[in-house]
């Protein structure tokens, strides 16, 4: 019979300090936080050179991270996990990470070994136990998680008419059909927020585009999004690949739809003529995302890839296609050095219509 693990004391006991020194990151210590550089295995790969900045800050007092670098956050038995190569949100993976992490750390649980068992014990005595039994911690965990679940606020005072916007080519009437706008303060403070939305058109999430090129580091990515959020004994996460951006928008069965990887195309495309556009908010398909492409598509639709023209954007195009084209008829139209938001009205024509 599996041990039974007491995840609130070994949280407790499972010092976020010590996890650092353990996976060798150093971290510069700023009264109850920590920075440094994000060891997870699934951080991205710098290659062009540059040097890494700290993009992993640690709550050493909630013992919790976040990474602004690959989005990842969450307590410190989660980060075990990751960097052991497990699954957090799979609960059998999440057992095994606790128990390496206990081993690691020398951790001794005074959990009973078998809650059950505990309480078939209490529940045969013919008299109540002299002393009350203190309430079992048995909190459960992971936390209980709400995926992009619908907000219930909206970011005030975006100011459309940022140059941004206009110096990238997009007029009034985009910058409105998308809800968009600069801000200027709090968490997306010099960037472009954009309101993102589940298939039935509810807000669950502002992405950021930082607005100034330069400033982009690890800590400051381009495009940053909602991370996970505790409260109230419940954990709320964002996920984007659960999400296809603007699939509300479009009218569903679709003849025809256009998968792009970036916000920006898809805002390029409507501007021009084509609303039928959706964006993958990254340079890879999830299975969900798959999913609801075909949901979208008509049974005799056509799915128009229309990646960046780079090796990622070659990658994704390769798995939209592999995923997609048993059930539809799929088109890639692959561009070359370029991406869709550098063409003109002419060239896209040319693109979408000829094939
Ligand atoms: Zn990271």
């Given at each position: 019979m599996a041990t039974w693990i007491d995840f609130r004391e070994l949280r407790q006991k499972l010092h976020f300090a010590d996890v650092l020194r353990h996976y060798n990151v150093q971290a510069k210590v700023k009264g109850d936080r920590a920075y440094g550089l994000c060891p997870l295995p699934r951080h991205p790969k710098r290659s062009d050179g540059r040097k890494r900045t700290p993009s992993l800050s640690v709550n050493l007092s909630r013992n919790i991270y976040n990474c602004f670098g690959c989005q990842n956050g969450g307590n410190a038995i989660e980060f075990v996990a990751k960097m052991e190569g497990l699954d957090p949100q799979n609960a059998e993976q999440f057992r095994e990470a606790a128990l390496k992490a206990a081993k690691i750390f020398g951790i001794e649980l005074s959990g009973r070994k078998d809650n059950r068992k505990q309480k078939e014990t209490i529940a045969q005595q013919t008299e109540p136990p002299a002393k009350k039994e203190p309430e079992a911690a048995a909190t459960p965990a992971p936390l209980p998680v709400t995926v992009n679940a619908p907000l219930d606020f909206q970011l005030k005072?975006?100011?459309?008419?940022?140059?941004y916007l206009a110096s990238r080519g997009f007029t009034p009437e985009t910058i409105e059909h998308f809800g968009l706008g600069y801000c200027s303060?709090?968490?997306?403070?010099?960037r472009i927020a954009i309101p993102v939305h589940n298939s039935a058109g509810q807000l669950v999430g502002y992405a950021g585009r930082l607005v100034d090129d330069r400033k982009v580091s690890d800590e400051r990515p381009k495009y940053l999004f909602p991370g996970p959020r505790e409260r109230d004994g419940k954990r709320w996460e964002f996920h984007k690949s659960e999400l296809l951006y603007n699939l509300h928008r479009i009218e569903k069965p679709a003849q025809d739809l256009i998968i792009v990887e970036g916000f920006a195309s898809v805002w390029w495309l409507h501007q021009h003529g084509w609303s039928n556009a959706v964006a993958l908010m990254g340079n890879s398909i999830s299975a969900a995302q798959a999913d609801s492409v075909l949901k979208a598509l008509h049974a005799d639709g056509r799915l128009w890839i229309f990646t960046d023209g780079d090796e990622a954007g070659e990658r994704c195009a390769a798995d939209i296609f592999q995923k997609v084209s048993p059930q539809r008829f799929v088109r890639w139209i692959q561009m070359i050095d370029c991406?869709?938001?550098?063409?003109t009205k002419t060239e896209l024509a040319k693109h979408l219509l000829s094939q």
């Amino acid at each position: 019979m599996a041990t039974w693990i007491d995840f609130r004391e070994l949280r407790q006991k499972l010092h976020f300090a010590d996890v650092l020194r353990h996976y060798n990151v150093q971290a510069k210590v700023k009264g109850d936080r920590a920075y440094g550089l994000c060891p997870l295995p699934r951080h991205p790969k710098r290659s062009d050179g540059r040097k890494r900045t700290p993009s992993l800050s640690v709550n050493l007092s909630r013992n919790i991270y976040n990474c602004f670098g690959c989005q990842n956050g969450g307590n410190a038995i989660e980060f075990v996990a990751k960097m052991e190569g497990l699954d957090p949100q799979n609960a059998e993976q999440f057992r095994e990470a606790a128990l390496k992490a206990a081993k690691i750390f020398g951790i001794e649980l005074s959990g009973r070994k078998d809650n059950r068992k505990q309480k078939e014990t209490i529940a045969q005595q013919t008299e109540p136990p002299a002393k009350k039994e203190p309430e079992a911690a048995a909190t459960p965990a992971p936390l209980p998680v709400t995926v992009n679940a619908p907000l219930d606020f909206q970011l005030k005072h975006l100011d459309p008419t940022h140059p941004y916007l206009a110096s990238r080519g997009f007029t009034p009437e985009t910058i409105e059909h998308f809800g968009l706008g600069y801000c200027s303060k709090g968490m997306m403070q010099d960037r472009i927020a954009i309101p993102v939305h589940n298939s039935a058109g509810q807000l669950v999430g502002y992405a950021g585009r930082l607005v100034d090129d330069r400033k982009v580091s690890d800590e400051r990515p381009k495009y940053l999004f909602p991370g996970p959020r505790e409260r109230d004994g419940k954990r709320w996460e964002f996920h984007k690949s659960e999400l296809l951006y603007n699939l509300h928008r479009i009218e569903k069965p679709a003849q025809d739809l256009i998968i792009v990887e970036g916000f920006a195309s898809v805002w390029w495309l409507h501007q021009h003529g084509w609303s039928n556009a959706v964006a993958l908010m990254g340079n890879s398909i999830s299975a969900a995302q798959a999913d609801s492409v075909l949901k979208a598509l008509h049974a005799d639709g056509r799915l128009w890839i229309f990646t960046d023209g780079d090796e990622a954007g070659e990658r994704c195009a390769a798995d939209i296609f592999q995923k997609v084209s048993p059930q539809r008829f799929v088109r890639w139209i692959q561009m070359i050095d370029c991406q869709p938001t550098d063409l003109t009205k002419t060239e896209l024509a040319k693109h979408l219509l000829s094939q």
